[in-house]
């Protein structure tokens, strides 16, 4: 152990004193030289045969330095650094060509950060939803008319989750439109509604954090509910609650503010950060501000008006 702490504290001596070790290493050399010399001068050797011959026994003193230096100290880190002075003197000289490096660096940089943002967030992360190895988009497709990836209607969307029990353990549907509400004092906003199943929330793993979620009630047809119906519900977006209502937690069990007839009533406020990631081709907004409970029903005359997008979770 001693002797391995003497070299590591040799090596760094020659790592960071370079001119004081190679300093000792001339003069060591130089001594072995002239001892050398002197035992040729005593073999009967003219001084300058003695002086020829002893640098030919002893292999050269520059390649002597060399070895001596990679044995004593770390040549990589010395070879590394003389590298990065001669490129650093080399670059000095030509700033146009440094410019050059440094945009295409800065460009290269940029667009591989970029390329693995996006491969991280659509490939390799898993989606923020529970389950997300098991949920799929489904779609229609109808070869006939060279028409693909169309959204369903409620009857249709309520004849795909009846009819596939066996395949998917549960299935949702959303659909989403823009709307212009009023706001206080007068002025409207447009702002974007969501009808959804009432198992959404439940099945794509939301959090409700203030008031409850949907329940299987909320999604009865009206002429099913109660006398008199209840009416519409709806659960709001943690940032239109604050942007619309300032955050006010009294707003649970209000009707919101509609044009002209009652607004839905407000049974939720969601918890921040829940985004629809839906394939661009489902047009979907990523952030409604307000989720309202499906109660359409069957709704077999419109079977052929499409407008809501399917999601299921297989077995």
Known sequence: MSRRLDSLRLRLRSLFRRHSADEELDEELRFHIERQIEQNIAAGFPAVEAHRKALREFGGVSQTKDECRDTRGFAHIESGWRDILYCFRTLTNSPGFVAIIIITLALGIGVATAIFSVTNAVLLRPLLYRDSDRLVLAWLDFYKSSMSDAPFSNAKFNDLRDGTQDVFEEMSSIMVFRAIVPREGGAAERISKAHVTTNFFSMMGARVALGHDFTTADGQPRAAQEDPPQGDVAILSHEYWQRSYGGD???????????????????????????????????????????????????????????????????
């Open 249 to 315: 937690k009294s707003v649970i069990g209000r009707a919101m503010r509609a044009s002209g007839t009652p607004g839905p009533r407000i049974i939720g406020v969601l918890a921040p950060g829940f985004t629809l990631l839906l394939p661009a081709r489902a047009t979907t907004e990523r952030e409604p501000d307000v989720w309202i409970a499906n109660n359409f029903g069957y709704d077999e005359a419109h079977r052929g008006m499409g407008s809501h997008r399917v999601i299921g979770r297989r077995k």
